[in-house]
């Protein structure tokens, strides 16, 4: 069963870096677009920064020069570091993942379960 565990959230101060790591195991043919959100208590679920299968990157306006998004294809892991915290990067940040299941022969969407990050002094 396929399913994306996150991890590497936490508190840290401002101007502070945490990394997360979300990785894909379970039957897995083929994984494409990996990306990162993010959400606030009451707030829409936003994108933080996705990655494609050939490595190009995106990212929201409001991380950009601060996080950077990696993957490593053979692990099917996708990295975020977050540099020059700040507070409003305070929020749940949610792993997704578009990849076929094996056995099957469409790309399907998965999500985390999600990991706090909290910036604070």
């Known amino acids: 069963q396929v399913q994306l565990v996150e991890s590497g959230g936490g508190l840290v101060q401002p101007g502070g870096s945490l990394r997360l790591t979300c990785a894909a195991s379970?039957?897995?043919?083929?994984?494409?677009?990996m990306v990162w959100y993010r959400q606030a208590p009451g707030k829409q679920r936003e994108l933080v920064a996705s990655i494609s299968s050939g490595g190009l990157t995106n990212y929201a306006d409001a991380v950009k020069g601060r996080f950077t998004i990696s993957r490593n294809n053979a692990q099917n892991t996708v990295l975020l570091r977050m540099d020059s915290l700040k507070h409003d990067d305070t929020d749940v940040y949610y792993c997704?993942?578009?990849?076929?299941?094996?056995?099957?022969?469409?790309?399907?969407?998965?999500w985390g379960q999600g990991t706090q990050v909290t910036v604070s002094s």
């Open positions: 379970g039957g897995i043919l083929r994984v494409g677009a």
């Open positions: 997704n993942a578009f990849l076929i299941p094996r056995g099957e022969d469409a790309y399907r969407a998965y």
